[in-house]
């Protein structure tokens, strides 16, 4: 079994990359969150790996958190919660985030996710609630940059796809000049921001 990958990143799309170890290139499952963490190709990087086996197909989900990883295999033990889903749970809410909407009991929340329906996002409150508690919250040392949350960061990452540009080269540049800018930042001031730091890299 596959635990962790060190090389290269060779490739980043929406959902995945590809690490390149020794000549050979390991398509990655990822979350936004883990593949905003990734350096741009074709710098080094690291990833702790989780192998699912199926009979039709070996599938790696990569996570640049080690507590992103344990939530990872907890939320696959909820009945109706495959790989895709847990990654598009851990999208939409960081382990800290997922701590604090189910110690509320806060549906709205996991709802965010997509393939998460009301009724499954009640499965997880209650399979989850007494877990929860002792999960990480995220290590120290690893820095992320959180994905956007739904709403106007997000309406700015989706014109900037619109506009030619990767979502996961968008998303941490969204994030960070919403960040810079406040929750009072405007769309238009998002993307307009957004644009000039995105601009010397197209032109690159």
Same mark, same amino acid.
């Given at each position: 079994? =596959?635990?962790?990958?060190?090389?290269?990143?060779?490739?980043?799309?929406?959902?995945?990359?590809?690490?390149?170890?020794?000549?050979?290139?390991?398509?990655?499952?990822?979350?936004?969150?883990?593949?905003?963490?990734?350096?741009?190709?074709?710098?080094?990087?690291?990833? #702790?790996?989780?192998?699912?086996?199926?009979?039709?197909?070996? =599938?790696?989900?990569?996570?640049?958190?080690?507590?992103?990883?344990?939530?990872?295999?907890?939320?696959?033990?909820?009945?109706?919660?495959?790989?895709?889903?847990?990654?598009?749970? #851990?999208?939409? #809410?960081?382990?800290?985030?997922? =701590?604090?909407?189910?110690?509320?009991?806060?549906?709205?929340?996991?709802?965010?996710?997509?393939?998460?329906?009301?009724?499954?996002?009640?499965?997880?409150?209650?399979? #989850?609630?007494?877990?929860?508690?002792?999960?990480?919250?995220?290590?120290?040392?690893?820095?992320?940059?959180?994905?956007?949350?739904?709403?106007?960061?997000?309406?700015?990452?989706?014109?900037?796809?619109?506009?030619?540009?990767?979502?996961?080269?968008?998303?941490?540049?969204?994030?960070?000049?919403?960040?810079?800018?406040?929750?009072?930042?405007?769309?238009?001031?998002? =993307?307009?921001?957004?644009?000039?730091?995105?601009?010397?890299?197209?032109?690159?």
């Amino acid at each position: 079994m =596959i635990a962790q990958l060190t090389g290269r990143v060779d490739q980043l799309s929406d959902g995945a990359c590809v690490i390149d170890v020794g000549g050979v290139g390991y398509l990655v499952q990822a979350s936004s969150r883990t593949l905003a963490a990734l350096p741009q190709p074709p710098a080094p990087a690291k990833l #702790l790996v989780e192998t699912h086996v199926r009979e039709d197909a070996i =599938i790696l989900y990569g996570f640049a958190d080690p507590a992103e990883r344990d939530w990872f295999r907890l939320l696959t033990t909820v009945q109706g919660v495959g790989g895709k889903v847990a990654l598009a749970i #851990l999208s939409a #809410l960081s382990p800290r985030d997922l =701590i604090g909407a189910i110690a509320a009991g806060d549906k709205g929340s996991l709802t965010r996710a997509p393939g998460v329906g009301p009724r499954l996002a009640v499965r997880l409150l209650t399979e #989850l609630r007494d877990k929860a508690g002792a999960m990480p919250t995220g290590a120290a040392g690893v820095v992320y940059t959180p994905a956007p949350a739904a709403g106007v960061a997000e309406d700015a990452v989706s014109a900037l796809v619109n506009l030619g540009y990767r979502r996961p080269e968008a998303q941490p540049v969204v994030a960070r000049v919403q960040e810079r800018l406040g929750d009072a930042a405007t769309l238009d001031a998002l =993307i307009r921001d957004s644009l000039k730091e995105l601009a010397p890299k197209a032109l690159s």
